[in-house]
Each structure stands twice: as structure tokens, then as C-alpha cells.
């Protein structure tokens, strides 16, 4: 069975800091996303990676994947009240399972 | 526009009692999920139809049967509701090539009491 940690869980910090967001596993994963949910809604995705190595960057956003495909991080420079919310990595097997694995999700909170 | 709509929102319901939860989506996807989400905000995986037909069926009580009339109706029964299904059940699409994001509902809050 493939599972993804992430960690940490819960995070509260004041606006304009720095946070980094991990999401690994022992499992080869043929690419991740990340997601974010808002309260009452369900999640919306923020960026796909596919290749090991890879980085990609959204705004203050910049997301890693792993060389061998097993993490991925999510750093978020200089935080805003705006980027409060539920962050969520997903993970493709690389079986081909059609399956979408999630972690357990990190609960961010800044504070203005 | 919508793209996947799920009702009801909210469900508050008696043990033992059976509900359905509809989904629809207007992206024109092949493929469609039933996702839970706990308490602790973990999404697992419940099913999955590819044109109507069942792909993943992740040992799921039988009490939960999914139902696809066509590719973009995807619905939800459950029989017998038992405190423990309470949770948030989500619909979602998605091309079901590749790495094809999900495009998700915005949820059905299950209460049984």
C-alpha cells in the first residue's frame, strides 16, 4: 500500500514568515500534485510534478519533487492571511492505478 | 457554470436509515470518484467509474453502492447508516489519463445520529 506523510500537521505563524511543507514516502510515485481546500469547499489544484528534480514555482509558492520520486515539498515565501487554508499532496502510483493517494493534509493558519 | 455539483450539501440523518448523494459534472470527464474525508481531513479513495463502469472499489462496506447512469452521473447510496459514516464525501472527475488533476465537488457533509 502507498502512503504519503506529511508533515507537519498544523502550522500557525504571523504573516510575512517563510514555511516549508513535506509530503514523503517509501513509494516511487510516477508524479505528485499538491492541493489546497478551503472550508466548505473540496480541493483545488495548485501544480502537478512530474519529473524527479523538479521544481516549479506559483507566485510565492515553489514546489519539489524528489529525484527518486519518493517527496515533494511545498515552500510558501512570505506568507499571507490569504494562504490560510488546508494543503493537501496527492500522489499518482506508479503502477498505474488509477488510484490518487493522499497525505494527511497540513492545516495552515496565518495570522495577520 | 459548475463544473461538478454534488447535493445535498448537508445530510443529517438517524442510524439505520439509507440516503443517496448525487453528483454531476459538466467537464465532459471520463472518469469519476467517490473520495471521505474524516475528521482529520484525510481523503481516501472510496470508488472510481470509467464511463460509467466500475474501475476501483477500495473495500468499501457493501452498504455503500455507487451507481453510474451515465458518464457524468456518478451517485452514492448507502444503506443501513451507521454513526462511523459520518464524514464529508466528496465527488470528483477527471480525464483518467495520466497525472489529470481532480476536479472536485465541494462535498456533502454526512451527520448520522
Known amino acids: 500500500t502507498q502512503l504519503l506523510e506529511q508533515s507537519p500537521q498544523f502550522l500557525s505563524i504571523q504573516e510575512g514568515e517563510n514555511l516549508t511543507v513535506y509530503c514523503n514516502s517509501s513509494s516511487v510515485f510516477s508524479s505528485l500534485q499538491w492541493y489546497r481546500q478551503e472550508p466548505g469547499e473540496g480541493p483545488v489544484l495548485l501544480v502537478t510534478?512530474?519529473?524527479?528534480?523538479e521544481v516549479k514555482k506559483l507566485k510565492r509558492l515553489t514546489f519539489q519533487f524528489g529525484d527518486a520520486r519518493k517527496d515533494s515539498s511545498l515552500h510558501i515565501t512570505a506568507a499571507q492571511p490569504g494562504d490560510t487554508g488546508l494543503y493537501l499532496c496527492?500522489?499518482?502510483?506508479?503502477?498505474?492505478?488509477?488510484?490518487?493517494?493522499f497525505g494527511q493534509g497540513t492545516t495552515l493558519q496565518v495570522k495577520p | 457554470d459548475t463544473a461538478v455539483s454534488q447535493t445535498p450539501k448537508y445530510l443529517v440523518t438517524q442510524m439505520g436509515n439509507d440516503k443517496s448523494i448525487k453528483c454531476e459534472q459538466n467537464l465532459g470527464h471520463d472518469t469519476m470518484y467517490w473520495y471521505k474525508q474524516d475528521s482529520k481531513k484525510f481523503l481516501k479513495i472510496m470508488f472510481s467509474y470509467n464511463n460509467k463502469e466500475l474501475i476501483i472499489n477500495e473495500t468499501v462496506p457493501n452498504r455503500f453502492s455507487p451507481k453510474s447512469p451515465d458518464k457524468a452521473h456518478l451517485n452514492l447510496h448507502i444503506n443501513s447508516l451507521e454513526l462511523g459514516d459520518s464524514a464529508v464525501y466528496f465527488c470528483a472527475s477527471n480525464t483518467g489519463t495520466g497525472a489529470s488533476p481532480l476536479h472536485f465537488g465541494n462535498g456533502t457533509r454526512l451527520t448520522v445520529t
Open positions: 496527492a500522489g499518482w502510483g506508479s503502477s498505474n492505478t488509477g488510484k490518487l493517494i
Open positions: 510534478v512530474v519529473t524527479g528534480g
